[in-house]
């Protein structure tokens, strides 16, 4: 499969703004807009064709950001690993959100990067916990396995999203992937959709039902104007920038 087109017309060349990265916010989800299956379990939305081009765009991001729900359920790898070999050359950062450092020291992020196999991964935490003997032993644990950890302000169980977001492009990450899951796309829409800059959803030919997980969809949407609209292979993939006029 040759990179989709409209790629290239989105992404190239990024022009992030110094606080921050350029903020692209893809997920898969069925045609009853559920994005998980019963109790947040995981569920293989994506064909090979629309999962090409998720991993396609994977490669030219700086990092790929989940939330600990989707660390803990999917224990997704977030590497490039269904592109053709002369296209795996850059490997995205993982950024995990995760307020009370629950992910798992042995998780594939942190396994592949042991094996050399995968950059480190960055885990945003909640700074209000630094003192706790529990977290400051977590914190130990998972930075013993590879993990690098960065504390940020925190509310009401949430991360300070433009905190994390400050942070990452201080560190020098120009372009983030979001990728979920349904919390942190929620979140997105409701509190920060004034910081995406592109979304991308992968529509399944599919009903998953009531037991399935949604999303809040956006409420301003004024801002995104439609750019493309792609079947493949059984999907179909539409994508909306912030920066580009019809």
């Not at 081009?53 to 939330?67: N, P, Q």
């Amino acid at each position: 499969m040759p990179k989709p087109l409209f790629l290239t017309t989105i992404f190239s060349p990024f022009d992030p703004p110094d606080t921050r990265p350029h903020l692209t916010l893809t997920f898969a989800q069925s045609i009853d807009a559920k994005i998980a299956g019963k109790h947040a379990q995981q569920l293989i939305l994506s064909g090979p064709q629309s999962m090409r081009m998720t991993h396609y765009m994977r490669a030219i991001h700086d990092a790929i950001l989940v939330g600990i729900g989707t660390a803990q359920n999917d224990n997704p790898q977030l590497n490039t690993r269904h592109l053709p070999p002369e296209d795996q050359g850059h490997l995205p950062r993982p950024i995990i959100l995760d307020s009370h450092l629950h992910l798992s020291p042995s998780c594939k992020l942190l396994l592949n990067y042991r094996a050399g196999q995968g950059r480190r991964p960055y885990i945003f935490t909640a700074h209000t916990h630094k003192n706790d003997p529990e977290y400051q032993a977590r914190a130990a644990t998972l930075e013993n396995a590879g993990a690098k950890i960065f504390p940020v302000p925190a509310s009401g169980g949430l991360l300070d999203f433009p905190a994390v977001l400050q942070s990452l492009r201080h560190l020098g990450i120009r372009s983030l992937m979001v990728e979920g899951g349904a919390r942190v796309i929620s979140s997105l829409f409701a509190q920060h959709s004034h910081l995406i800059d592109t979304i991308i959803v992968t529509v399944a030919p599919l009903f998953v039902g009531d037991d399935g997980v949604s999303y809040n969809a956006v409420s301003n949407n004024s801002r995104f104007n439609h750019v493309a609209t792609e079947i493949m292979g059984k999907d179909t993939v539409i994508a909306w920038s912030a920066h580009v006029h019809t």
